[in-house]
């Protein structure tokens, strides 16, 4: 009889630490630029993966143009898949990511090589 409330706690212990979870992944991207492109080389995401996210072999994939969907790049960014090391919300804000991300959203993508007339000779 008095296993039940417990259990009922921890059910709710546990749905409210999973929507906190799911909210903190889930920010929305929107953000200051500037601000992102500092914090960008601030915290040496430019190191692997090149000042304007174009990657480099093999310290890290590219990163722009067009980065992934905010949610599995902040995923990402909190615990990555493998030789990355992990930026939690002590080294990097939930805000200060979102403007990363901003700031990854504007780069635009390369020129054509093909479009550079000057080089056919
Ligand atoms: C020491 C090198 C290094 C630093 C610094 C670094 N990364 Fe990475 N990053 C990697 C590597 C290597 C990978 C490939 C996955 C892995 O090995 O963990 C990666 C993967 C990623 C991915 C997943 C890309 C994909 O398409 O799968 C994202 C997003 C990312 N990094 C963002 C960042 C951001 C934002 C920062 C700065 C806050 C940062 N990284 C700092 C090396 C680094």
Redesign the pocket.
């Known amino acids: 009889m008095c296993k039940r409330p417990l259990f009922a706690i921890m059910v709710t212990a546990f749905a409210i630490f999973a929507a906190s979870a799911q909210a903190q992944v889930a920010a929305p991207p929107s953000g200051d630029a500037i601000n992102g492109e500092r914090?960008?080389m601030a915290?040496?995401?430019?190191?692997?993966?090149g000042t304007v996210g174009q990657g480099g072999r093999?310290?890290?994939?590219?990163?722009a143009p067009k980065?992934?969907p905010y949610e599995?790049?902040?995923r990402?960014?909190r615990r990555?898949?493998?030789?990355?090391?992990p930026?939690t919300t002590v080294v990097?804000s939930d805000r200060d990511?979102g403007d990363?991300?901003a700031y990854?959203i504007t780069i635009p993508p390369l020129p054509d090589p093909k479009a550079a007339t000057i080089l056919d000779k």
């Open positions: 914090i960008y915290v040496g995401c430019y190191l692997c993966h093999p310290s890290g994939p590219h990163l980065p992934i599995a790049f902040a990402l960014v990555p898949a493998n030789a990355m090391p930026y990097l990511l990363i991300y990854l």
